[in-house]
């Protein structure tokens, strides 16, 4: 075989491997790949947009195939939750008996968190029994038990999962609420579970807010392309130039080996990390929202300027907007909400959170860092009702005291993203030991000095957060209205900065852990 029949063969197969599932390689919204294939998917799409079952099937299989590109065989999970979720809630819709009911439900419940639970907790789980048996031997005088060893287990996360079981669990408890009645066709509820602008990272989208735009004909309209386009470019910007950027040039740093850092850094390290989780998380978000919207599907916003925010509740009406109502709507109301008296309203507060910090992941710091947001919105809660000038949203509240509140809640979430982004709880406690007693505030000057790529990007990254949204309504409006060869340049723009961010290494979302 010649050498350039061997180049040949070598190019086909890289070329093929591409499209295989690549564990190293998962494919993001933020690689040249992926607007590579959105490319020629989107074309095929526009022909099919006024055909309702050619469109769903299509969008479908592009669906499951990005899925499989992201997580391997692992799209055989949402085949199976899917499957299994269309078949119980038209159990639940034809049974007459409320008990029978509640076993459907109950039987959906089970499927969709035992299989969630397995897979996020089951290590956890394992590790947490044995530590409990070494405790219990050492007590007991034991010592076969004192002595016992383990091995990690080391189960694959298919990514996205923690999302598209909680989606799916809505749909069955919305049909068992009487709110919703069941698709009549299984490949109808495929699409809504494996429609990919949403699928890895949310947002958790309900079932009654999307069913009815499958089977309208996507409007494409140039204020709708332009509106999509200027999220997609804002998603980018986050994630590209701001979070990984910080993440690879200062904060990754910081919290691998605090120790090696003062306090000040360490605390501009906090303040960089909560920066990064947001652009890195509302930048999927709005790649998300853009990409359905040129599909003809709307997502509700996911994120609203968090940090503004003056109180901790305030907060979680603006931060993952869908977990949040989610977590109110199946877990905090079903616990009681605010129906069961004043101490049990803070009580049901606290496990929410403390599940939710769950949710986040398998790991002690997570149900801290869970913990600290129920305390904290039960504390807010006692507040509300002893002082009426601290309003949920703040709206009541004087110019100086927003001020003042907004600086407490952004350095209380701050406190909390410690041990959510720290390895260990030790490594937590690590950095606020730092902060605490090493502080050296002189050092800041070198800081800015030494990391002028961090600090500018810091400043900018904060200064566009507080920026008033009628500039953000000004820009999107002024893409919306551009001219449509502007705007396709506007899309070779947004092309260009993702394959030059692939070339450099691009950084995963974070949310794709959980």
Request: include cysteine.
């Given at each position: 075989m010649s050498i350039e029949s061997l180049g040949q063969t070598f190019s086909v197969e890289r070329f093929g491997e591409l499209f295989r599932y690549q564990p190293e390689e998962p494919l993001l919204f933020s690689t040249g790949f992926f607007f590579f294939l959105f490319t020629g998917f989107f074309i095929i799409f526009l022909s099919l947009r006024r055909h309702a079952p050619a469109r769903i099937i299509y969008v479908t299989l592009f669906s499951l195939y990005f899925y499989y590109k992201t997580s391997g065989l692992c799209f055989l999970l949402l085949l199976f939750t899917?499957?299994?979720?269309?078949?119980?809630?038209?159990?639940?819709?034809?049974?007459?008996?409320?008990?029978?009911?509640?076993?459907w439900v109950a039987l959906s419940v089970c499927i969709n968190l035992g299989m969630l639970s397995y897979f996020k907790y089951a290590g956890f789980l394992y590790s947490l029994g044995v530590m409990c048996l070494q405790h219990a031997g050492a007590w007991l005088g034991i010592p076969s038990l004192?002595?016992?060893?383990?091995?990690?287990?080391?189960?694959?996360?298919?990514?996205?999962?923690?999302?598209?079981?909680?989606?799916?669990?809505?749909?069955?408890?919305?049909?068992?609420?009487?709110?919703?009645?069941?698709?009549?066709?299984?490949?109808?509820?495929?699409?809504?579970?494996?429609?990919?602008?949403?699928?890895?990272?949310?947002?958790?989208?309900?079932?009654?807010?999307?069913?009815?735009?499958?089977?309208?004909?996507?409007?494409?309209?140039?204020?709708?392309?332009?509106?999509?386009?200027?999220?997609?470019?804002?998603?980018?910007?986050?994630?590209c130039v701001i979070s990984d950027y910080l993440s690879l040039n200062f904060v990754d740093r910081v919290f691998d080996a605090p120790a090696l850092y003062t306090g000040v850094e360490n605390l501009l390290g906090v303040y960089g990390y909560a920066l990064q989780i947001y652009c890195d998380f509302s930048g999927y978000s709005d790649m998300a929202i853009g990409i359905a919207l040129w599909l003809g599907i709307r997502f509700r916003a996911n994120f609203d300027s968090p940090y503004q925010s003056a109180t901790i509740t305030e907060f979680w009406r603006r931060w993952h907007i869908s977990l949040s109502a989610w977590l109110k709507d199946y877990l905090y109301i079903p616990l009681g909400g605010n129906r069961k008296g004043t101490f049990r309203t803070y009580v049901n507060l606290t496990v929410t959170?403390?599940?939710?910090?769950?949710?986040?992941?398998?790991?002690?710091?997570?149900i801290l860092w869970g913990g600290i947001h129920g305390l904290a919105l039960a504390v807010h809660r006692w507040v509300m009702k002893h002082f009426p000038g601290f309003r949920k949203d703040g709206a009541e509240m004087t110019p100086i005291r927003r001020v003042c509140g907004v600086l407490f809640t952004f350095h209380l979430v701050c406190f909390g993203w410690i041990f959510f982004r720290a390895d260990s709880v030790r490594t937590a406690f690590d950095i606020l030991g730092q902060i605490a007693t090493r502080f050296y505030p002189e050092v800041f000057v070198q800081f800015v000095r030494g990391y002028p790529g961090v600090f500018l990007l810091m400043l900018a990254g904060y200064l566009i957060h507080f920026i008033p949204k009628r500039f953000d309504r000004r820009m999107q409006q002024a893409v919306s209205r551009s001219p449509v060869l502007l705007q396709a340049l506007y899309l070779i723009l947004a092309i260009f900065l993702a394959v030059q961010v692939k070339s450099a290494g691009t950084v995963p979302f974070i949310y794709f852990q959980f």
């Open positions: 899917a499957t299994s979720d269309f078949l119980i809630a038209h159990g639940i819709f034809a049974t007459r008996a409320k008990k029978w009911k509640k076993a004192a002595s016992l060893t383990y091995t990690a287990v080391d189960i694959f996360l298919p990514v996205g999962i923690s999302f598209f079981t909680f989606q799916s669990l809505s749909y069955t408890i919305d049909v068992y609420r009487g709110r919703l009645q069941p698709l009549q066709r299984w490949i109808d509820y495929l699409f809504y579970i494996s429609f990919f602008p949403g699928l890895v990272a949310g947002p958790i989208v309900r079932a009654r807010d999307f069913i009815p735009q499958m089977y309208r004909t996507p409007v494409l309209s140039r204020e709708h392309l332009g509106e999509g386009l200027y999220l997609i470019l804002c998603g980018l910007l986050k994630k959170m403390l599940l939710g910090g769950l949710w986040h992941g398998a790991a002690f710091r997570f």
